[in-house]
């Protein structure tokens, strides 16, 4: 088992960033890469960004493209998200996922694990 706690979410300004964090623990090692999802009211849950436990793997979705970041420290067993330039629509909950599959997976289904979601709230 793998667990997944987020934190960094909270209200923010348009134009404002915010940094997400996710910390793993548990059996990391089965997993190959992680993955930031969101989620707005009344919305399907759609994919921010990718990254591999090597790092050397990222993707973003086009909306977030140029504004956010993923990174990782392996020391720490933790996933960042650096959200900057934040616009009223990236208003959502926002969740961290890990997947044991190799390759680009930017579909909900295969992320075996998932953590509790942080809101993210950005006023306009």
């Known amino acids: 088992q793998v667990q997944l706690v987020e934190s960094g979410g909270g209200l923010v300004q348009a134009g404002g960033s915010l940094r997400l964090s996710c910390a793993a623990s548990g059996r990391t090692f089965s997993t190959n890469a992680m993955g930031w999802f969101r989620q707005a009211p009344g919305k399907e849950r759609e994919f921010v960004a990718r990254i591999t436990w090597s790092g050397t793997g990222t993707y973003y979705a086009d909306s977030v493209k140029g504004r956010f970041t993923i990174s990782r420290d392996n020391a720490k067993n933790t996933v960042y998200l650096q959200m900057n330039s934040l616009k009223f629509e990236d208003t959502a909950v926002y969740y961290c996922?890990?997947?044991?599959?190799?390759?680009?997976?930017?579909?909900?289904?295969?992320?075996?694990?998932w953590g509790q979601g942080t809101q993210v709230t950005v006023s306009s």
């Open positions: 996922a890990a997947t044991s599959l190799r390759g680009l997976v930017i579909t909900t289904g295969p992320y075996n694990y």
